[in-house]
């Protein structure tokens, strides 16, 4: 795999899969854009657009004269974010603000961060090995007083709970905790950083940056959450086996004995950081 290749999927399910992910942090995103105060007239910059679900919230933020510059590494990806706001009808009904949607590495972006009025991402930093770096760079492009704002997944910190209730007697839990083991493995195994959100606000501070805020969250494991962690097995698949994390078959009885379980009382599976700051 290449360095910059998106650790994920990119295919139909995998936008339903974002999808879902936009409607489970839906309150999260739009706490994190009313905390960064973007204005309508605005230059906002949203790393990893990805097929713009929260592209779609930005942009119903943006008026006349805002412009919003997606980037994102897949062209698959960026072609499905122009799809669908056609689809919706946000792009018409911000149509006064400029949308560019861009195919770069969002590790070589600079020249976008420095025309930034906000600069935001959505559980992108995590597909990075060292997103520290970038923020470092970025402090002397960035303009004085832009602000930043970011939504990263924890994946590991719940699975100590998951552990206990399993040792405790719930047995059904066990798919819970091998889905957040596997994805913890496989970001490893690919160089990546999937604990970036629990560091990130010390890292911003010693970086410079001010103002830095950081609020952790807690996912509801619902069905949405279980659909979710059946369509990640589809799109990971191969890649588990090709690093032997999972064979097929171990990833057909996990979906198995997740699709069983009740959502009546399952506790959460993955938690948010969301972080703020101001350059």
């Known amino acids: 795999m290449k360095a910059n ?28 854009l009313d905390r960064l105060n973007v204005r309508p007239s ?12 929260f592209t779609r919230r930005i942009l119903r933020r943006l008026g006349s004269g805002g412009v919003l510059v997606g980037v994102d590494y897949s062209q698959e990806l960026l072609d499905q974010a122009a799809s669908n706001l056609r689809q919706s ?23 976008h961060a ?31 007083g832009a602000r930043l704002g970011f939504i990263e997944p924890e994946f590991r910190a719940l699975m100590a709970r998951l552990a206990a209730l399993e040792t405790r007697g719930r047995k059904e839990l066990a798919p819970l905790r091998r889905w957040a083991e596997g994805i913890s493995r496989y970001y490893q195994a690919r ?4 604990c970036i959100g629990a560091t990130l ?29 059946l369509l990640y097995y589809d799109e990971i698949r191969e890649k588990y086996a090709s690093l032997g994390i999972m064979t097929s078959n171990e990833i057909d009885d996990q979906q198995r004995l997740l699709s069983s379980l009740s959502t009546d009382d399952l506790p959460a599976v993955w938690g948010t950081y969301s972080v703020t700051c101001v350059a």
């Not at 999927?9 to 739009?30: M, N, Y």
């Not at 946000?90 to 020249?111: G, P, W």
């Open 5 to 32: 290749e998106y650790a994920l999927g990119t295919t139909a399910g995998a936008a339903r899969r974002l999808e879902i992910q936009d409607a489970q942090f839906a309150a999260i995103s739009e706490e994190l």
């Open 89 to 111: 009808g946000d792009a018409a009904r911000a149509s006064s603000a400029r949308l560019e949607l861009v195919r770069a590495d969002i590790s070589d972006m600079a020249a």
């Open 42 to 53: 605005e230059c906002v910059v949203e790393m990893g657009s990805g097929a713009g679900s």
């Open 114 to 144: 420095a025309a930034a009025d906000a600069l935001v991402g959505r559980t992108v930093l995590h597909h990075l090995a060292f997103p520290e770096l970038l923020f470092g760079q970025w402090r002397a492009v960035l303009k004085p």
């Open 201 to 229: 606000g010390r890292s911003l501070e010693v970086a410079g940056y001010r103002r830095v805020h950081s609020q952790w969250s807690e996912c509801p494991t619902d069905e949405a959450a279980i659909e979710n962690m």
């Open 191 to 194: 160089g990546l950083a999937p």
